[in-house]
């Protein structure tokens, strides 16, 4: 397996994404959005985790110059102001998905995305945006509505929800099924019982802001991301 980082450009900002390459060529491209804490370990080895499997991945960098927050204030600091422009949050992930485009070995007609957390709304919002891609798939990621292209929503849509996730209450959850069924959206939500935000991440045990790790929702979401795969490619 071949890793590297990539650097491309938006509005004079330079931002650094790593992918991992399979043994093959000609294959999809999966791009991988991360959480309020930046292109990390844990996207990067999910890149890893992709390559193995047959695809070229690119763990994207939202926040730019490949920027990681170590606190919680940090976190919430880089991402606040994306969450709040989301027209520069579907800029900077188109940008990041036509750089993936040029990447050697990627067959351009097989694209997807996948995020957590914050990287499940960025994701969402690049179906939002009318991009061609064949789907996306949202890890416990947040559901805010946003305004859908004129063109509308092109991919599939796959979201992988923890029943008991703090961070998206389940008027959120209404909200957004509503939102991708008048959107004309091929659309399904899994509910997981039991299992909170961040249910992906080892890591994840902080009572106060809700997340924590929870092994069968994290091997059933992987599991129904690649039925999901296996759909759209």
Known sequence: MKTEVVNYQLDKQSYNAFVAYPEDQNRPLVLIAHTWAGRDGFVEERAKQLASEG???????????????????????????LVEDRSKLKSVINAALEKGKTLGGVDQSKIAAIGYCFGGLVV?????S???V?????????????????T???SKILVLHGERDPMVPLEMVDSFQNEMTQAGADWQLHSYGNAYH????????????GTQYNEEADKRSWKSMQNFFAEIF
């Open 55 to 81: 695809y070229v991945a690119m763990a994207v960098d939202m926040y730019g110059e490949g920027k990681v927050g170590s606190t919680t204030e940090e976190n919430q600091a880089m991402m606040t102001p």
């Open 124 to 128: 969402l919002d690049l179906a939002r």
């Open 130 to 132: 009318g991009a061609d």
């Open 134 to 150: 064949q789907g996306v798939v949202s890890f416990h990621g947040l559901l805010m509505g946003s305004d859908i292209s004129e």
């Open 152 to 154: 509308g929503i092109k």
């Open 198 to 209: 961040a249910f992906t991440n080892k890591e994840a045990n902080d009572p106060n802001l």
